[in-house]
């Protein structure tokens, strides 16, 4: 594994950091601005960060803009573990009906076409020094497996209605991508690793935290603090947690619940 993860930051002046969170990374060029305004200082890195390594090869690429500001990420949505939501045909699908779980769609199956590829750009290094931001009823991330995790909001209603339709993974599929709204199982279950990065670039790990080995107890509102992580070398960062408070809901059927994230971003 190729993990050998330096800390070295640079800063650089550049235009380009302006445009990084809120357009595509090709409509951004760095030299066709006159505006000295829009000059800001953007924090590079030489390598991609050694996390990255933890992610589901056949799911997710990871690409370091050329100037070390962001970071491209694109995954084909599909989750690298068995669920209910696969085609009943495929090696991954679980029956998990004895279980409790009824699906949320008919027709519709991982893998189905309904359009679960995803792609967007990270900073390379998350802004943690401007307000915080609202999730959104979407996509707030990319976990580990390869899928989708939204936040602790059902589109068509509360979470709670939904949570029926929840997988042994907490997640479902219906009839868009299949994402994950709570603790995923299959790649963290109350141990110290990472489950994925969210919009924001910062990364979010189980309930555990790898420099204590315990549930921490210093977390902010959006489960987030600062220290050495598995993957920063002795180096410590801001990262978030999945918070240990249980999610009570009478019809999941797999419990304890934990929410995986409800918000705010810390890191645009
Ligand atoms: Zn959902
Ligand atoms: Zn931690």
Redesign the pocket.
Known sequence: MKTNFKPLILTAITAFAVFACTSNDDSSTSADSNDTDEIADEEVVTELHAAYGAFNADAVTAILSDDGTEVYIETTGFPDHTSIYWEEDNALYLDETSAGVVKTTQNTYIGGGQGEAASFTVDAIPNLTGSTVSTQLNTIGIAVSGASI?NDQ??AGDLDD?AGSLDWAGG?K?PGVY?Y?LEPTPISSDDDSLVGILLDGVFIYGRQCNSTGTNPTDLDASGGHTSTTQYTAGEEEYHYHIINEVYTTGNYAYTPAYVLFAGPFQGY
């Open positions: 939204f059902e589109g939904a479902h219906g994402h709204h």
